[in-house]
């Protein structure tokens, strides 16, 4: 029966599965028997990978994959990509490629498609790469397969953590740990670990905290078009590996976060021996503290460069650091901390993630949970700084010596309620950073002047910034002419016939005070007819948030709001008729994602009004988040009222 199945597609222009490696046949039979998933451009039938442990810190991966391409869109399932390390850190052993067409031919994967390239970002210099295999023509109605296998030495240890979903729905996933009966017999004392999170809201299944296989059937695609999303490591099915080897000694034992906080301490003491900054003296005060970060913030630049695998995770020498003036997160780090040990302190590096999600109470054992790393030095006796951080293993100062634009006893808010973790020698200190140890990012603009009839607005505009909070503060620290003009014409959003010109600005590296930009304003038309209204420009606002949804498409992720921004906006503007009055005196608004206020007056013919904005956290889970959803549209059509009725002028009573 199922030879004449099989006759009778290929007769009908279906693919020849027989010509597939056999690893692939059966899910190809069974995947071109049934409708796929209702708008995939592909359909990816099966995606298998097996990791082995082959001992000294070396990880075998082998990957096979079988895509259904269902519409043109999906072609690009045709190219398969592995990123690696470059160098020893990671060798690709074998890379093969089928295409089994509709019209029953089969071609295979040609060497001469495959093809390394950089897979740096642009401030990176690495040895970072991406091989890339592209199938030869694919076409709708496709089998694409890609085996592959490779050869991985991760320098912090033999682990990783793998997401499930992907761009296409998935009809079966698969990933396996190997066992003592596997490829290798020769490593019984080897412990492997394998631990899941979040699969019960998109899968219906609980989490496994302790196995070596998991298999998924029916893995819907990553949603599209939602705004509002939270960092995806903290939402989305993934599975946590780890091999626990206590024979290696190149790479941290993940064991437990202790291990990991020793070999990371370790690397850094031996990279940062005290030494003293070229014109700082060395004090043991908090005095030599700020000399230190004022020193680096205006010394070194933030750059990365790995040159070795190896660079990932190992700081480079603090003195080849202070020499070069140029470093990563790692790097300045292992500078601040031998400036430090040099005055006399003791400093440790500390682990953390920014930007890319948060640590979680339960995450599993890893290196792959960070991405950040700063400092944090002892404190024989309270500073009276905002983030010092007082724990069972001491007081400690934390400081982030990539940020220029935060002075130091504060942290930046890419830091505000994380986890990080401060390694010490004798292992593991965790804290939580509190929203007070946090510098709050604040925006100020004060425009003075005068209206004519024609709505023409002249006079002076002041922006105040505390921190960096809309990128004026690098913007003048960059110290280009070209640099301030991009900065401060995107923010304004002037239209062509409007002119500005800086008038004066203090200096960006006093960190101590607010940025201050004084410009001068020609606008015309700031002013505009609307009805019986003339209503301001709102260049000065906060722009209305964009829809987090589409109408009537269900919601798939939580939503999740960051900001912490207070945003505030002050004038007083002489008017060429003292009868105006404004259309909006006062208004105070609250929603789950901001709080504002608006007042205005005329008096004399002088208008004067105030906004304050505070943006803030907010929340909503799985079971929850068609609420928020329902929140944000509230706080949307709220926040466009005021906007149309705040900035606006009526004559008469």
Known sequence: ??????????????????????????????????????????WVLLDRTEFAYAGSGEVRQRRYRLVRILSERGLDESIYVIRGLGGKGNRIKRLRGWNCRPDGEVTKLDQDKVVTVDSDDDDEITTGHATLARLPRVVQGSLVAFE??????????????????????????????????????????????????????????????????VLLKDVPALPKDELATPDLMNVLPRVHLRFIDATQSAAPVLDAWDSIARWEEAQFRKSSPAMRLPGVAPLPSLVGLRAVMGWISHQVAYRKVYLTPERGWVPENAEEVARKRYGDCKDMTALFLAAARGAGFEAFPVLARIITGRIPADQPVGPDAFNHVIVAVRLPSSFGLPAEMATPKGRFLLADPTDAFTPLGQLGDAHRNRRVMICLPDGAQWVQVPATAVLRPEFEAQIDGQVDAGGRLKGRLVLQEVGDAMGLRSAFSEGTPTARKDRLGSLLSLPLD???????????????????????????????REGRDWVLSDFLFPSVPTAIQRPGTPRCYPVAWTGWLRWTVGGRLSLPDPAYRPVLAASRGESPFRTWTWKAEVARGVWTFGFTQERQDAWFDFEHREDGVRAAKKDRSRYRELLDEAPALRLGP
């Open 1 to 42: 029966m199922l030879l004449c199945l099989t006759f009778s597609f290929i007769l009908l222009g279906a693919p020849n599965v027989d010509k597939l490696p056999s690893w692939a046949r059966e899910s190809a039979r069974e995947g071109v028997l049934v409708d796929p998933p209702a708008g995939a451009d592909a």
């Open 148 to 213: 592959s296998e490779q050869v991985v030495n991760l320098v912090a240890g033999p682990g990783a953590t793998v997401t499930a979903m992907q761009s296409n729905p998935v009809r079966r996933w698969e990933l396996e740990l190997a066992t003592s009966d596997g490829w290798f017999t020769d490593l019984k004392g080897v412990q492997m670990r394998l631990e899941t999170r979040d699969f019960k809201p998109w899968l219906g299944l609980d989490d496994v905290r302790d196995g070596t296989r």
């Open 498 to 528: 409007a002119q500005w010109t800086l008038r004066e600005a203090s200096d960006p590296r006093e960190l101590t005070q607010p940025l201050r930009v004084v410009l001068d304003l020609d606008y015309p038309g700031a002013l505009r």
